[in-house]
Structures are given as structure tokens and as C-alpha cells.
């Protein structure tokens, strides 16, 4: 009598979402960035805005389809807003998410804003070639993001150490420390120049800076709770850009 195989159960972290999650994706997308654009600049035929919202549905839904089947643990790991993992030593610089997370966010929409209301008020726009230069900025970016984020389960939106995360030092990671934040910040300087604004860069830096201020205590936090890392900053000497910085 053959005895019967018992396969080990799988942890619920790493099983796929489902797939009416990733059909709402490009729907979600584009209903609030629709919102946002439309009404407020009196445009429905605005070229720029849909080429933005369309590319960038695309590019989000496809990423997330691929790395729901390859890698869905990073995907739960990014929908969680509780922090499970910090200590006594670490909680000082985690908690450092309640002034950067929304100052990034007020830069962001500051950048998405802007061009939204030059463009109502007709005031003079970029070229359409630069335009279309910053579309290619915003999704290089956000494919970057979506790279880093197959290769790292633990990549996080909020600063923690989850149970169980361990130290990834290959791929981007064996480039640069922070390669998800490297994608970002590309992704948010290319958005006011993709919808014809240079005012927009203004609020771009500014949430780009938050954003690398945010590595200070990132990597305080790293150095006192994950195993290794102060051997990983050793060899990997550079933040965000390979040879640069």
C-alpha cells in the first residue's frame, strides 16, 4: 500500500492574490488619477493626461501580474500599514514614517497637481517631445521599482523588519542599497515633465528629497535590527546610483 505524500502547506504570504485584485488595477488607476486630472483642468480631451494615465495603468498592471505569480509575498507586505517588527532600538527611526511618509505625498501630488491647473489656466506648456522624454522617465521608474520589488519580498512601504526578512544583496541590491527608491524618484521627477510642466518639478524634488532623507533613518534602523547589513553597506557603497551616490 503506497503511503500518501503530504505536501507541505503553503504560507499564506506567499500564495497569489486573487485574479479580480489585478482586474481592478488599471480600473482603479484610472478612475482616480481620471479624477484628479479631468475635472480639475476642464480637459476630458487632454492628450497628455491620458497618454499619462494609460501608459501608467499598463505599466502597473502588467508589473503586478507577473510579480503576483513570482513573487505575491512583496505584494502582501506592501498592503500592510502596521508595523510588526521594531524593537526598542529600532522604533525611533521607523517612527520617522509619520513625518517623511506625508511629506512625500504632499510633494507627489504637488508635482501631479501643478500641471493640472497650468494646463486649465493655459499657461505655456513644455514641448511635446520632452513630454513624451518624461512618460519614458515615469515608467523607466516605475519599471525599476517593479524589478526591485521581484527581488525583494520585504520591500516594504513603511519602514519595519518583518519576522522572518533577510538581508538581499543580489540583483539591483548588489548595485545600490535602495534601487526601489532610485525607481521612485525617477518616476516622480518624470511626472510633471510628462503632463508639460516645469513648475511641477518644484513639488518633485521636494517629495525626491524626503525621499532620500528617508535612507538616514532606513539605514539606522537596518544597522540596529537586520544581521549583516553593516557588512552589506561595506560592499555596497552606493545608495541610489551605481558609481555616483
Known amino acids: 500500500m503506497n503511503k500518501k505524500t503530504i505536501l507541505p502547506e503553503m504560507d499564506p504570504m506567499d500564495k497569489p492574490l486573487p485574479i479580480w485584485f489585478i482586474i481592478l488595477i488599471p480600473i ?6 481620471g479624477a484628479l486630472l479631468f475635472p480639475i483642468s476642464r480637459d476630458w480631451k487632454w492628450l497628455e493626461g491620458w497618454l499619462f494615465i494609460i501608459t501608467f495603468a499598463l505599466n502597473i498592471s502588467i508589473s503586478t501580474f507577473f510579480i503576483n ?3 505575491p509575498r512583496v505584494l ?12 526598542a532600538a529600532t522604533r525611533k527611526s521607523g517612527g ?5 511618509i506625508p511629506l512625500m505625498g504632499i510633494g507627489f501630488f504637488g508635482a501631479l497637481l501643478l500641471p493640472v491647473i ?18 519614458i522617465i515615469t515608467n523607466a521608474g516605475s519599471v525599476i521599482m ?17 519576522k522572518g526578512q533577510e538581508l538581499v544583496d ?17 518616476m516622480i521627477l518624470g511626472t510633471p515633465v510628462a503632463l508639460g510642466s516645469w513648475w511641477g518639478l518644484i513639488p518633485a524634488v521636494i517629495s525626491s528629497l524626503t525621499l532620500v532623507w528617508r535612507i538616514k533613518f532606513e539605514e539606522e534602523m537596518l544597522i540596529k535590527g537586520m544581521a549583516g547589513y553593516v557588512g552589506y553597506r561595506k560592499r555596497v557603497k552606493y545608495k541610489l546610483i551605481p558609481g555616483i551616490y
Open 28 to 33: 482603479y488607476i484610472v478612475v482616480i488619477f
Open 146 to 162: 517593479e524589478i526591485a520589488m521581484l527581488q525583494n519580498a520585504y520591500a516594504s512601504k513603511i519602514l519595519d523588519i518583518r
Open 170 to 186: 543580489s540583483g539591483f541590491y548588489s548595485r545600490v542599497r535602495h534601487p526601489l527608491y532610485s525607481g521612485a524618484i525617477l
Open 118 to 135: 497650468e494646463h486649465r489656466f493655459g499657461w505655456p506648456s513644455l514641448p511635446f517631445f520632452w513630454e513624451m522624454i518624461g512618460l
Open 76 to 87: 502582501r507586505n506592501r498592503m500592510k500599514s502596521k508595523k510588526e517588527g521594531l524593537t
Open 96 to 100: 520617522s514614517d509619520r513625518f517623511i
Open 69 to 71: 505569480k513570482i513573487n
